[in-house]
């Protein structure tokens, strides 16, 4: 088996420690693991297979002194501008988990089992991994897709604080702290205060009035689906959860829907597991999809005005399923010749 030299960017982050974790689970065929992160994390190292590595100061020097095959980012839009194409150039695979990429129609935006087959045929180095939200609800919309034909779809979600990284679950723990102890809090990492609270803005708002979140999966949605005319509106929530995702979705499909050959689809499909038994209280809740690789789907049910509208409660773990765990499907798609 071909070895590859594996560079993590932002190792020392929780989707970057994601990626080591799930690299060694997966059996990746690593040769030598890279671990890079910013100046501020210098001393520290990351564990993979029993063993210690020293954390790599990413720099341009740093990057020229290692042969790299694939790299896996997780540092950030800004980071990702500067320094994703001195990886490529030298060679490397380049997978990025910000959204400095995702609108470039040159770069594939990829979930492997939705749209694994433009990897095929593209010639870019750098591929473009979706939005966390995104990714757990486009399996869903695909099958609902290819089998009734899309009209519109409604989505709100429901999004915990470890999308806001590190920082947003330390603010989650400090503000429960303090008002548990009587004391006041200030939020810095979320627009308002997020214990006990729902925020309904992800990111910055654009003047039409979606904040940038919602715009994200609409966009993405659309070019992961092919599907530039779809109808599909969001609104995007932060509520006080540190792991996974949930969705609501509504669907209107262009032709009528079974609803048994709809769950069928989804007990079959290799990255979904169906939990939908109301009269047994079986849905799916965070704690269900937490450290786990599939997309969770219960409540399923028919509008009672429509045959044709459908709508679905979807969770996911977003820092596995919706960022580490994408990537490197996308990169074991690639290596074993798509």
Known sequence: MKLFNVAVIGATGIVGQEFISLLEQRDFPVDNLYPFASEKSMGLFVQYKKKEIDIIPLSLESVNERKIDIAFFSAGSIIAKEMAQVFSKKGALVIDNSSAFRKDKDVPLVVPEVNGGVLKNSKSRIIANPNCSTIQLVPFLKIMEESYGLKSVFVSTYQSVSGAGRGGIEELKDQVSKLFSGKSVKPEIFPQRIAFNLIPQIGHFYPDGYCEEEVKM???????????????????????????????????????????????????????????????LLYPTLIDSSGKNEVFVGRLRKSSKSDKRISAWIVADNVRKGAAYNAIKIAETIIQGV
């Open 218 to 280: 609409i966009n993405e949605t659309k070019k992961i689906l092919s599907r530039d005319d779809l109808d599909i509106d969001v609104t995007t929530v932060r509520v006080p959860t540190f792991f996974s995702h949930a969705e609501t979705v509504f669907v209107e499909t262009k032709k009528v829907c079974d609803l048994n050959a709809v769950r069928e689809k989804i007990e079959k499909h290799p990255e979904m597991v169906l939990m939908d038994d109301p009269q047994e």
